[in-house]
């Protein structure tokens, strides 16, 4: 029953954040806009596009950030969680993915496909930008 009593309390507490655009997901993201290393958050989404948890996933240094695969997908399976966006920010100000981003953007696309569990969208942000791998075509 208190499983039950947090799951009703979950989703009736973010009822109200919708992530079906990039716009809107680049909102959820202020925590990290700012930061002086790359962070990079998870953000799992329930099937009506709705918020069930924001997790920051890896820290990395001034241009690099390292996911383990593992941090990033355990949630999406213990969860009830149709999907997930990933997301991290770029120090530099520059929203544009390097190379490096587009590789492990496949890289972890890939993987959620054998794993049954969709990979929505991957921004890269800045203080007042971002790049939507699924908006340029990318995902």
């Known amino acids: ?4 009593e947090l799951c009703q309390r979950i989703s009736h507490g973010n009822k109200s954040i919708q992530l079906d655009q990039p716009h809107k ?3 959820q993201l202020g925590e990290i806009k700012n930061k002086k290393q790359e962070h990079a958050v998870a953000l799992y989404l329930n099937g009506r596009g709705e918020l ?19 941090q990033l997908f355990a949630p999406a ?13 770029h120090p530099s100000g520059d929203p544009h ?19 049954g569990i969709k990979l929505i969208d991957h921004l890269v ?5 971002y790049f939507s791998f699924k908006k340029e075509g990318l995902l």
């Open 1 to 4: 029953m208190a499983t039950q």
């Open 25 to 27: 997901v680049f909102h």
């Open 52 to 70: 069930i948890l924001k997790k920051i996933i890896a820290v990395g240094t001034l241009n690099t950030n390292f996911i383990d695969f593992r």
């Open 77 to 89: 399976i213990t969860l009830p969680a149709n999907g997930f966006i990933l997301a991290h920010n």
């Open 97 to 115: 993915p390097s190379p490096a981003d587009i590789k492990l953007t496949k890289r972890i696309n890939k993987s959620a496909k054998l794993l």
């Open 125 to 129: 942000i800045t203080n007042d930008q």
